[in-house]
């Protein structure tokens, strides 16, 4: 039995499997495309901010390990020389000293370009501690640096926070660096007896 032909020439009784649908063809809706856009886009996010987190600590934790390997540097200097050296906070950076015996005050150490005054890269800021006590420090060097030990005598002689004896004992602190006042930071605590300790404060597990 031959099978019917319509007028345009194609047949009306084709299995049911090879007929094209007619109703709603298969894919994502526009608000499923919506949540997909969003969701996608809440991942990217959160992978740019614990990259962030990440990058500062490192970066805070550069600083850290700079300013303990001076330190350790220069407390050997002071046992081999049998000298005091200081050191010297602002908000911004860090320098030290030496102190001239000959002329009673603290003097810039002679040649030394690693113990010269250090800028803190921006925006990265220190905090100091002393004797259980937070400092208000100088935005800058140059103006700590004008903290004269006694204006009657007019001694130009700047006043370092932390000595490091030539006995190898130093004053105890801690210097706490950050990039914002309220995010994370890495504490640098010095001991009297020229030990370390590395705390980290604010970053997710610390």
Known sequence: MSTPISATGTSTDAPISLRRPVGNVGGFTLLELLVVVTIIGL?????????????????????????QSLIDLVREEALMQSREFALLFAESGYRFYVYDHLARRWVDPPGDRLLASYSL???????????GRDLVLEPTLELAARNR??????????????????????????????????????????????????????????
């Open 121 to 131: 890269p921006e925006p990265i800021r220190t905090e100091l501690r002393l004797e």
């Open 43 to 67: 991942l990217a996010g959160s992978i740019v901010l614990s990259t962030r987190y990440i990058n500062t600590e490192r970066e805070l934790e550069r600083e850290v390990q700079r300013l």
């Open 149 to 206: 030990e006694g204006d009657e005598e007019e001694d130009e002689s700047p006043q370092p926070h932390v000595i490091l004896f030539s006995s190898g004992e130093m004053t105890a602190f801690e210097a706490a660096f950050y990039r914002d006042f309220t995010g994370g930071r890495v504490i640098l605590v010095g001991d009297f007896d020229g030990s370390f300790e590395v705390r980290k404060e604010g970053f997710d597990g610390g």
